[in-house]
């Protein structure tokens, strides 16, 4: 198990130097620094005088793979991508290239608010699908089992827009039991967090209870289930008990993964309820064309994506007797 | 006379296809009482497994569903219970074991806690009492160490010990009705032999009746006392194992005897049933055997026969045996004339050597550790030498993972060997580049044992067939490729108009046919065949042997047959090789290796064949 | 004078690949088997039909000519040089057949069929009064849904979008097919080092969060190509070609971060052929490994893509939209759902509420996402007997 993990950190090493390489041939090579400053200053008419020292302060007037002018290790060490990739390592983002400010401590101060919401967005979420795709499944060939499928088709063909704007809508203007949008420090931010949360879970169950359901049924017309049945078991126990544990192999593979990225946040939710999270704070960065700060975002979405791929393949031993991590 | 445990009486179980409603069982009557086996024997769609599935009233809804009948547990009727009623006597009255014991376990819960779950569910019982007599019932299915293998779970277990786990569970409720459904289907001859007897010895000791559901007679003639032969969802046939076996009465029953390979019908072309099963959605209107049947008389196809007590305690479905029927012009024979006359074969097997392997090995890597480092092997192919001469069938015999299909694809250069030789007419290919390969490639062919994964269904029969000449024969023209493609088609007997068909249209055993004409068409020296027969129906399998018996006799191709089933290996083989663990452990010519086994193993092997006698 | 942009290609391919498949159908094989079983299927057969309108709406959309510039006096222009002078405005079909529809504005919002303006105004009598009422239309009734804003008819708007929809949803997966095939059935078939190095690919790019990466890119090359709206000089290549679509590099885009998906699914997939024994047979004839992919693996895959294509149709419209809510899908003068939501959620706010943008581009995106749904089921259910689920 320790040897596994090892492996699978060491093996992220080239998986984060290779998004790092992508984002740098993104971001300094397609578009080179000139173009930045060029947008960030704005003005038309800039001089190139400007733009260097622009440059200079950002530490973007440097070759980006291998700087010619310096000798031995300098070659490297002395370029963007060595000077801006390296830092990362150890999480230090430095700063935006707008208002120069620290993105270590934004995304430290940003990511809570997040997770206030995707938190509990995810554990109902999970929750709910569950419940009803074994609602369906257990009644599945029934007629509420053909009308919840067809209920889920239509629900997951209305885009997350419209549940946003309905629910925004229907629940805070019309009805005004939340505020439509907005966030508040600590035991205040209740109020605001309820409404992205309802909206959130009803926009991802047509996809969801489809896919549990799916999952269950398939369960469902295995030997085993047969064996169980045999016994005498009812159906809830065999559903319940036998066909649900075996479930949650194929629910963990989709599920666990998306656990570290609660913090991230989502950017239309947070767009469109003003919660100052990572999310809106990633799109105010897009807005602005702070590369810096997009770039850092990458970087934390790679790190958190590899950390899910790990936190996936160590949950499956706790489901799964016959997985072992060698 | 006992009052039978499980009387059913007219069971008819439908299922809703596409194509209309299927007739899976259709007025199946039968019982069985305390302590007796009684079987259902027959071939693959045939019903056997349907009749156990609505016994134990688990038939797969909405699907299919019970349209008449009873099915009385000492004398009630269940199948129109409740399902809280039904569901105590399932696990509790009638149990059942399956044909996978792979897949039949439940992968996440402990061996233990999937038999104290029935245990608990039918009895009164606290969970140590549970636990108490689950590791009892451990104990006497024979497994090792019942007190830590109440904590394994399924993976840790081979597929006999699963078996006996699941016998385990099946019974540790002491029910009145044990079903096994093809419970040995899956397993190696030696396990079968050991499950089979198991089931036997509690069976006696628990006073259980059993009903046995196979389509292997050998077995049913070792294993049950009574025995019922199904064909198209009906019983055709039914009495009592001896009595069935020393006078078969309906022709079905003679046929599919006749056709099981076996020492005495070597030299001889097995007898087969010509056509295939109908589906279930359309069977014939009179007798669902008629079309196939070769003493079939006029008035067969018009009315069903039913199934009359002809004898004492031997049943038959069949208007040979009514004297009604058989005194009216009806009973005209209609003259078939298909059948040649039967013709015998003469060994024409020459000593010279036409491939010689010496000391093959083969071996797969085992990786460990931080960096995967290789830290040792598991050698699936150690050392194996064979020689076949030209002309005749060897036979590579052993049990599943001894290493003998490896061995047939490293022949073929398939696989790559780790070591040995392999010397074909006196040249060594064993290290030859792919390129020099190709002229050998024509020589040696292989066919499979699957018949539904060995053809592309992406690919029309001639394409498939004409494949190897694209490759290995550059120089022949369309023209020429379409010639040979539909000679080698009438070789195995298939029609030239199914050439532009695909596949998915054919039955079993017209693939096969189909992939022994792919190998023949390059005009091979040498073929590999790999379980060839292994999937197919026993009447199916008989075909296919007479068709590549008659090969091997007409164009003089040696054989190395790969299998596992020793009827088939005494039947068609000249010589033997028995393969344990990646070695060969005794080889020899047939009747020799039949007659007196020298090693250890191969006398295991050969005590644990079911047989006729 | 004919103009073709890049995304026109696409849907031209796809209606060239709606006929092939139609032909396909007809010879004995397995697309036939399952278009038996799609054609059992009554609300598949229906959300078929309504798929091919979008389709042939789309079609019309994207056959598209500038006219020639007229002078007062209805003479042809010519540039100092000679030639030709064509309008900036490369009109299709379907704008030419609309007509009415695209050039009757409003001055601003109307409701569906109104015959006088949402918002009052100060209108002066022929009296010389002046009075505060909704002022008449200039069309009156003939705004099914409304007019939006700046007086637009929200009916052409939405039907302008479907256009959009289309060459996402099917483009983004035409542009990966190939690369996903080819990477997926490689790294399946042949294992090893070039098993690694495409696994490598597909977890880097798939590690990247995909808004992000849609985000780099649409910023670097987005910004530079074609954004709707008028055709300037640079924009022309060979004289009839537009290349750099903005909505191109939007499908090139998404197509690289829904790549890994089906290459996955492919490797997966050969992996498993590649040990069948119609493989091993071919290899046994000495087949070469290249025409092993192109005649066992690759046609045996292609239920696979076809699956895809369907199933993923739905998702990548969605996302459209919700790419251009957020700026960074289609430019801003391209018809899209996504620009129309983003507009009218403003307007929800006003009082009383202006709901018929809206409500056209739910109306218009539901009737294309719902029948792709179902249509996407009916082909997985027929095409892949495994996946189907009683």
């Known amino acids: ?326 | 006379m006992p009052e039978p445990v499980i009387e059913v009486r007219d069971l008819r179980t439908y299922f809703r296809t596409p194509g209309g409603i299927a007739r899976a069982v259709d007025g199946v009557s039968f019982s069985i009482n305390e302590g007796e086996t009684f079987s259902l024997v027959g071939e693959s769609g045939c019903g056997k497994s349907v009749t156990a599935l609505s016994v134990i009233q688990l038939v797969p809804v909405p699907a299919g569903f019970i349209a008449g009948g009873e099915v009385l547990l000492r004398g009630r009727d269940i199948v129109h219970l409740s399902e809280l009623e039904k569901r105590r006597i399932r696990g509790n009255k009638i149990s059942m074991i399956f044909q996978e014991p792979m897949t039949s376990l439940n992968p996440v819960f402990t061996i233990g806690n999937q038999i104290i779950e029935t245990i608990r569910l039918h009895q009164k019982k606290s969970t140590r009492e549970a636990k108490t007599i689950a590791i009892e019932m451990l104990r006497r299915v024979g497994l090792p160490e019942p007190e830590s293998m109440y904590y394994e779970y399924p993976h840790r277990l081979s597929g006999g010990q699963r078996q006996r786990v699941m016998i385990a569970i099946a019974l540790a409720c002491r029910p009145d009705l044990l079903i096994a459904d093809e419970p040995t289907t899956a397993l190696d001859v030696t396990i079968q032999k050991q499950i089979l007897s198991l089931i036997r010895d509690l069976k006696r000791e628990m006073r259980t009746a059993v009903l046995l559901i196979t389509h292997n007679l050998a077995l049913v003639y070792r294993n049950a006392e009574r025995v019922g032969v199904m064909y198209a969802g009906k019983i055709v046939e039914m009495a009592p194992t001896r009595i069935l076996f020393r006078n078969p009465m309906h022709p079905y029953t003679v046929k599919l005897m006749h056709s099981i390979p076996g020492m005495d019908k070597r030299g001889k072309p097995l007898d087969t049933i010509k056509g295939t099963v109908p589906p279930a959605t359309m069977f014939p209107e009179g007798c669902r055997f008629s079309g196939r049947c070769p003493v079939e008389m006029e008035g067969c196809s018009r009315a069903e026969p039913p199934l009359i007590e002809y004898e004492r305690d031997h049943l038959v479905a069949c208007h040979l045996y009514d004297r009604g029927f058989m005194d009216r012009p009806v009973s005209r024979p209609i003259t078939t004339g298909g059948e040649s006359a039967p013709m015998r074969w003469t060994p024409s097997v020459k000593e010279e050597i036409l491939l010689e392997v010496k000391g093959l090995r083969c071996y797969y890597p085992i990786r460990k550790g931080l960096f995967k480092r290789i830290v040792g092997y598991v050698k699936a192919v150690d050392g194996v030498d064979l020689t076949i001469k030209k002309g005749s069938i060897l036979a590579l015999v052993g049990e599943s993972g001894c290493g003998k299909t490896t061995t047939g694809k490293a022949i073929l250069r398939l696989i790559e060997p780790k070591g040995g030789r392999i010397v074909f007419k006196g040249r060594d290919i064993t290290s030859l580049s792919e390129g020099e390969l190709k002229p050998y490639r024509a020589c040696m062919q292989i066919i499979f044992q699957d018949p539904y994964s060995s053809l592309n269904p992406r690919m029309m029969v001639g394409e498939i067939i004409e494949e190897g000449l694209k490759t290995l024969r550059p120089e022949m023209d369309r023209k020429e490729r379409q010639e040979k493609v539909l000679s080698v088609m009438e070789r195995v007997g298939l029609s030239g108009d199914m050439l532009k068909r695909y596949p998915h249209e054919f039955s079993g055993g017209q693939r096969q046919r189909i992939g022994i004409a792919r190998a023949l068409a390059v005009d091979p020296e040498f073929i590999v065949c790999d379980e060839a027969v292994s999937a197919l129906d026993v009447s199916v399998q008989a075909q296919i042997l007479n068709l590549l018996k008659s090969i091997q006799k007409d164009s003089g191709i040696s054989f190395l047959f790969i299998t596992h089933d020793l009827s088939v290996v005494e039947y068609i083989a000249d010589e033997v090789c028995v393969m344990y663990k990646g070695k060969i452990v005794e080889r020899g010519g047939v009747e020799k290796i039949f007659s007196s086994p020298e090693d250890e193993y191969t006398r295991t092997l050969l005590e644990a064949v079911p047989r006729i006698d | 004078m004919p103009v073709v942009l890049s995304t026109d290609l696409i849907v031209y391919f796809l209606v060239l690949l709606i006929i092939y498949c139609a032909f396909a159908v007809r010879k004995e094989g397995y697309l036939s088997i399952a278009w038996h079983q799609i054609r059992t299927n009554k609300l598949a057969m229906v959300s078929m039909f309504i798929l091919f309108l979008y389709i042939g709406v789309a079609l019309l959309d994207s056959i598209r000519w500038r006219d020639v510039v007229l002078d007062s006096e209805g003479r042809v222009m010519h540039k100092e040089d000679g030639s030709v002078i064509y309008s900036p405005q490369a009109l299709s079909l379907l704008d030419r057949l609309l007509h009415d529809m695209r050039v009757n504005t409003e001055k601003t919002f109307s409701a569906p069929l109104a015959t006088h303006l949402y918002v009052k105004e100060t209108i002066e009598l022929p009296d010389g009064t002046r009075i505060r009422d909704y002022p008449p239309l200039k069309y009156p009734g003939t705004h099914l849904l409304g007019t939006d804003k700046v007086g637009n008819d929200v009916l052409f708007s939405a039907i302008k979008g479907i256009r959009t929809g289309i060459v996402i949803g099917t483009g983004t997966t035409i542009i990966i097919i190939p690369f996903a095939i080819l990477f997926g059935v490689l790294a399946g078939f042949y294992g090893g080092v070039v098993d690694d190095i495409i696994q490598y690919i597909y977890t880097t790019l798939s590690s990247i969060p995909s808004v992000l990466l849609i985000v780099a890119f649409m910023l670097i090359f987005g910004e530079r190509g074609y954004q709707g709206g008028l055709i300037t000089e640079e924009d022309i290549f060979f004289k009839i070609f537009v290349p750099n679509d903005r909505l191109f590099w939007l499908c090139v885009i998404m197509g690289i971060t829904s790549w890994t998906d089906l290459c996955r699914l492919l490797r997966g997939e050969t992996l498993k052929l590649r040990e069948m024994d119609y493989v091993q047979a071919a290899r046994a004839f000495g087949v070469s490994s290249l025409r092993i992919i192109y005649r066992h693996i690759v046609p045996n895959v292609m239920h696979i893509v076809l699956i895809t294509f369907v199933l993923q149709f739905s998702g990548l419209v969605l996302a459209e939209a919700i790419l251009s809510y957020i700026g960074i899908g289609v430019g801003p003068e391209m018809g899209s759902w996504g620009n129309m939501i983003n507009t009218a959620r403003l307007e929800l706010s006003r009082e009383p509420i202006v709901w018929w943008n809206l409500f056209a581009a739910f109306i218009f995106m539901f009737g294309l996402v719902l029948p792709a749904n179902i249509f996407g089921d009916a082909v997985r259910d027929a095409l892949d007997p495994r996946l189907r689920v009683r």
């Open chain 1, 1 to 326: 198990m320790l040897a596994y993990i090892i492996r699978r950190v060491l093996y992220a090493f080239p998986i984060i130097m290779g998004v790092n390489l992508l984002t740098t041939v993104l971001f300094f090579y397609v578009n080179t620094p000139d173009d930045m400053a060029r947008k960030i200053l704005g003005e038309k008419n800039i001089t190139q005088e400007a733009i260097e020292n622009w440059k200079r302060d950002r530490g973007y007037d440097l070759p980006v793979f291998i700087n010619t002018e310096e000798k031995g290790l300098a070659m490297i060490t002395q370029t963007i991508f060595f000077q801006k990739s390296l830092p990362l390592l150890w999480f230090d983002f430095g700063r935006s290239d707008r208002n120069n400010i620290d993105i270590g401590r934004e995304i430290q101060k940003r990511m809570w608010p997040s997770l206030s919401i995707s938190l509990p967005m995810f554990i109902i979420g999970i929750m709910a699908n569950l419940t009803f795709a074994m609602l369906i499944a257990f009644y599945r060939g029934t007629y509420l089992d053909i009308w919840g499928v067809v209920l889920c088709v239509i629900m997951m063909s209305i885009s997350t827009l419209f549940y946003i704007i309905g629910g925004q809508y229907l629940l805070g203007k019309v009805l005004k039991l939340f505020p439509i949008s907005g966030y508040d420090t600590g035991i205040y931010s209740i109020k605001f967090i309820i409404l992205p949360v309802i909206i959130g879970v009803i926009s991802t169950m047509g996809v969801g209870i489809r896919f549990y359901r799916t999952v269950f049924l398939e369960e469902i017309n295995k030997d085993y289930i047969r064996t169980a049945s045999a016994k005498g078991l009812s159906e809830t126990r065999v559903l319940f008990k036998h066909a649900l544990k075996n479930a949650m192999i194929p629910v963990l593979t989709n599920v666990v993964v998306s656990i570290p990225f609660l913090f991230y946040g989502s950017l239309i939710m947070e767009a469109f309820f003003a919660i100052p999270g990572l999310g809106s704070f990633t799109i105010d960065a897009i807005q602005a064309q702070d590369f810096a700060i997009v770039r850092s975002m990458v970087y934390l979405g790679s790190i958190l994506y590899i950390v899910g791929l790990i936190l996936t393949d160590i949950s499956y031993t706790l489901v799964d007797p016959r997985i072992r991590l060698e």
